[in-house]
């Protein structure tokens, strides 16, 4: 629903089934999506006015804005129809937007095409071998970049398997991750802390990975330690995607760009070319984007982050703008 009125659809679900759906709907030629960074009815009433979409596909019963109509898939129901042609977007048509919200300040709307998505999640599964046999665990929501790159478009790529729930304590991340018998854990630093010290034994993994915020080192070595996976830290954003990981348990104290991913370093601002880059980004003649962060160069194409170049703060994976805070205080 929606294209006829040539309007996007927004998706409210954490059901990554009803998320892969909508997805595959949109690329075959159906509305492009709107996925908002929380569910809440002011934040959906803000999006409406920001997108002007009239549908909202969600997964369970939410309070939505009015006169916004509602589609909520169940399970097992007769598969829709239709005898319209639809035309498949192109590598370089919009596929969805997504949002950069925050505990202060205004979020911000990026465009994803078919091109930054389908080719960042190509180059996961070539890069860490997804299989169909991996089964994969996420204790992050498919509504935002990282979820939705690894714990629904990487597993429908690679035909690999995906655990329903999206567990968030340390015995429910167990518990999971020992029913399904998983190969690949998708969690995010606050998490891995929850787990430091935690009894965590596993048997079947063999990959995991942090994002949303830097991974405290005492952190990734516990887990390391205790399970015996070295955990890959990815380094990116929504508007870039990923640009660089690295693995502690393998030595590695800096960060290398993924093959494909260009970097340069000027005045200790890290400059990005890549394939992911949202549309909205400023790009310099080259093709390069200003990250926000500041780096130094170090050895074999590698990079030291130092902090940031303006007064946005990552506090528990949500950008925090600094200015806002001080007036608010004021």
Request: with cysteine; net charge negative; glycine share 10%.
């Amino acid at each position: 629903g929606g294209r006829g009125e040539g309007m996007p659809v927004c998706v409210c679900a954490q059901d990554k089934a009803v998320m892969a759906a909508a997805l595959l709907s949109a690329l075959a030629g159906g509305p492009m999506l709107v996925v908002p960074y929380a569910f809440t009815p002011q934040v959906l009433e803000d999006l409406r006015h920001l997108t002007g979409f009239q549908t909202i596909v969600s997964d369970l019963p939410r309070s939505m804005p009015s006169g916004v109509r509602c589609i909520q898939p169940k399970a097992g129901a007769e598969p829709w129809s239709s005898t319209e042609i639809l035309t498949a977007r192109t590598s370089n048509s919009e596929w969805l937007r997504l949002f950069t919200g925050g505990s202060t300040g205004v979020p911000r709307m990026w465009t994803k095409t078919v091109c930054n998505l389908l080719a960042e999640t190509d180059s996961i599964v070539a890069n860490y071998g997804v299989t169909p046999e991996d089964r994969v665990v996420a204790t992050v929501s498919p509504n935002h970049i990282y979820g939705l790159l690894y714990a629904v478009l990487t597993p429908l790529l690679a035909s690999a398997s995906v655990a329903g729930e999206i567990p968030s304590f340390p015995a429910e991340i167990e518990t999971v991750t020992r029913d399904t018998n998983a190969s690949i854990l998708i969690s995010v630093p606050v998490h891995y802390r929850a787990l430091n010290g935690h009894s965590f034994v596993q048997r079947s993994l063999r990959l995991a990975f942090s994002s949303a915020g830097m991974l405290a080192a005492e952190d990734a070595i516990a887990f390391s330690a205790q399970t015996g996976v070295g955990i890959a830290e990815i380094y990116g954003s929504t508007e870039t995607g990923g640009i660089a990981a690295r693995v502690r348990a393998h030595g590695e104290s800096y960060f290398r760009p993924y093959a494909g991913i260009d970097i340069k370093i000027e005045a200790e601002r890290l400059k990005v070319r890549s394939n992911y880059l949202s549309p909205e980004l400023a790009l310099d003649e080259e093709g390069y984007s200003i990250v926000g962060d500041r780096a130094r160069a170090t050895v074999d194409n590698r990079f030291e982050l130092l902090g940031r170049a303006d007064g946005i703060v990552k506090v528990g994976g949500q950008r925090v703008d600094l200015e806002v805070v001080r007036q608010s205080l004021k």
